[in-house]
């Protein structure tokens, strides 16, 4: 499973620019970033290189932030493939929270990252199915 970090932040201007620099200006590199908003707040999710050091940096800057663990699926870069991961996971009858796709440095593949109550069946299906999970 990987880290990622969750940021609570105003949703104001220069907001996103003040954390990112926060997490850069430590040497951390930012592999994803994902952002949710609302009026006055959104929370941001990020995957970086040193989830726990970014989160103790923000939170010592006034940032509402945690870590949860998700799961990193390497899936294809082909028409259909986001499809086929989560008709595998609705055909094990298994609920997700959210994803989002971003894309493995490492492997040069898109990269879905799911966040499910449950990752232990979330891994066992997608392994059963022939996936590549990241850790």
Same mark, same amino acid.
């Given at each position: 499973?990987? @880290?990622?970090?969750?940021?609570?932040?105003?949703? /104001?201007?220069?907001?996103?620019?003040?954390?990112?620099?926060?997490?850069?200006?430590?040497?951390?590199?930012?592999?994803?970033?994902?952002?949710?908003?609302?009026?006055e707040f959104g929370i941001v999710?990020?995957? =970086? /290189?040193?989830?726990?050091? &970014?989160?103790?940096?923000?939170? @010592?800057? !006034?940032?509402?932030?945690?870590?949860?663990?998700? $799961? !990193?699926?390497? $899936?294809?870069?082909?028409?259909g493939s986001l499809t086929n991961l989560l008709q595998a996971i609705?055909?094990?009858?298994?609920?997700?929270?959210?994803?989002?796709?971003?894309?493995?440095?490492?492997?040069?593949?898109?990269? &879905? =990252?799911?966040?499910?109550?449950?990752? &232990?069946?979330?891994? =066992?299906?997608?392994? &059963?199915? !022939?996936?590549? $999970?990241? @850790?």
């Amino acid at each position: 499973m990987i @880290e990622q970090l969750s940021i609570f932040a105003q949703n /104001t201007k220069g907001s996103m620019v003040g954390l990112t620099k926060l997490v850069s200006d430590a040497g951390i590199d930012i592999y994803n970033v994902v952002t949710n908003d609302s009026a006055e707040f959104g929370i941001v999710r990020m995957l =970086v /290189t040193e989830p726990q050091k &970014a989160c103790d940096i923000l939170t @010592e800057n !006034g940032y509402m932030c945690k870590l949860n663990k998700v $799961i !990193g699926v390497k $899936i294809s870069d082909e028409v259909g493939s986001l499809t086929n991961l989560l008709q595998a996971i609705t055909d094990s009858n298994i609920n997700i929270d959210y994803l989002y796709v971003s894309y493995s440095r490492d492997s040069k593949t898109p990269l &879905a =990252v799911i966040h499910a109550p449950s990752y &232990a069946e979330v891994e =066992v299906c997608l392994k &059963a199915r !022939g996936y590549e $999970i990241v @850790e």
